[in-house]
């Protein structure tokens, strides 16, 4: 049975990630996460003055609608706000897990999203995507990618395996901790109903799913946690 210890990292867990397309330059730098049908998340590095018209091109071929930062600006925002993408900042200390208000916005950026998405889905060939980054793209962002798995009622632990199925390094033993043990799901989001999607399968509880267009399988998501398995609750 794998252990806790399993999840945490160390310096030589970063490794090679899923690429998204072997035509794109950012290949290696881009992670597209599943959310729901209509909607979906992309985890990457920060682009500079320098290189945003590379990620540029990219956003319009993923329909990249939105671009949270949660660290210092390192481009215009003008550069992207001028294309029609929103660039929302987010900010909190590198390494740390985000504060309150900054998943209070998350939250509400992703519902808004969603919404739209549903109601535009008929009209929109390609899901909704909102792109989110730190320096690297692998603790802060993937954070509050998780969170909003978590808060779409996928299990602590699965979410961070499936986040690092799709990038590999991603979260340090801190944000792992916080996410596994300490982070609570939302009063509202616990009463939700959650559509049916990739991720939320009524099918099989154990089946696989493979996003569109990801080209790889996602890990079944099975529908107990290692650590509620071995230590029966979340608190420990």
């Known amino acids: 049975m794998a252990s806790m210890s399993a999840y945490y990292t160390s310096s030589s867990a970063a490794g090679p990630r899923k690429p998204l397309g072997k035509s794109s330059p950012l290949a290696n730098s881009f992670s597209l996460i599943e959310y729901d049908r209509d909607l979906r998340f992309l985890i990457m590095d920060c682009p500079t003055n320098n290189t945003i018209a590379l990620y540029l091109k990219e956003f319009a071929r993923l329909n990249v609608t939105d671009v949270v930062r949660v660290c210092e600006p390192t481009y215009l925002r003008e550069r992207l706000e001028t ?5 929302h900042d987010l900010p909190f200390k590198d390494g740390d897990v985000p504060p309150s208000t900054v998943l209070k ?29 730190c320096v690297a793209g692998l603790g802060r962002a993937p954070v509050l990618v998780a969170v909003a798995l978590i808060e779409k009622g996928m299990d602590p632990l699965d979410s ?16 792992i901790t916080y996410l596994a043990d300490q982070y609570k799901r939302t009063a509202a989001s616990k009463h939700a109903k959650i559509r049916a999607s990739p991720l939320n399968s009524t099918a099989s509880p154990h089946a696989s799913a493979s996003p569109a267009g990801s080209g790889t399988a996602v890990p079944a998501i099975a529908p107990k946690s290692f650590f509620r398995k071995m230590f029966g609750s979340s608190s420990h």
């Open 160 to 175: 961070i395996e499936h986040v690092r199925h799709k990038r590999r390094g991603a979260f340090n033993n801190r944000q």
């Open 105 to 133: 916005q998350w939250l509400e950026l992703v519902n808004e999203r969603l919404c739209d998405a549903v109601s535009e889905s008929a009209a929109q060939p390609v899901p909704k995507t909102i792109a989110v980054h």
């Open 83 to 87: 294309h029609g993408v929103r660039v």
